[in-house]
């Protein structure tokens, strides 16, 4: 039986006379082998610069209340109803863009909606079920632009 471990000594070195893009795919491959603890002591052994926590954990906190109001003001809870990913997601960036705010990456978006309480189930993509956008025509917010516009069936 082998034991994995990171590169080190030598190997480490030669690292350095790899490119920027390939020492990344390096710490990313030795996450997805090796796990974040070794992934992290790739990351410094190629000298990839230093990550500023502080920062990347207040981004989460921001684009996550952009969510909450974009949820509160666009769906409503309704256990029969459901939608697919992509029509919630484009509807959540249709609305960064009409407000003037950055859209995080459509993989974060689906996370973040997870984490506001939405349930989700994969079949053929993914679907949001127990949710259902509200469009301009809905007399519960009838200031709101639609989003649905292109989506409407």
């Known amino acids: ?3 994995k471990h990171p ?3 030598p190997q480490a070195s030669e690292l350095l ?8 795919a390096v710490a990313r491959e030795a996450r997805l082998i090796f796990g974040v603890q070794a992934a992290r002591r790739v990351w410094v052994a190629a000298q990839l610069p230093h990550v500023d926590r502080a920062a990347t954990e207040r981004l989460p906190s921001e684009n996550m209340s952009q969510v909450e109001r974009f949820l509160e003001g666009y769906t409503v809870a309704d256990p029969a109803s459901e ?3 992509k029509i919630l997601i ?3 960036v249709n609305w960064c863009q009409s407000t003037g ?3 995080p990456s459509r993989p974060s978006v689906g996370r973040f909606f997870v984490r506001c309480g939405l349930r989700r189930r994969k079949r053929s993509g993914t679907i949001y079920t127990g949710v259902r956008l509200i469009g301009a025509s809905s007399s519960q917010h009838p200031n709101q632009p639609s989003l649905l516009e292109e989506f409407e069936v």
């Open 101 to 103: 705010l950055p859209a």
């Open 1 to 3: 039986m082998t034991t």
């Open 83 to 85: 939608v697919s990913a």
């Open 90 to 92: 484009d509807a959540y």
């Open 7 to 9: 590169p080190t000594g």
């Open 17 to 24: 006379s790899l490119s920027v893009l390939e020492r990344l």
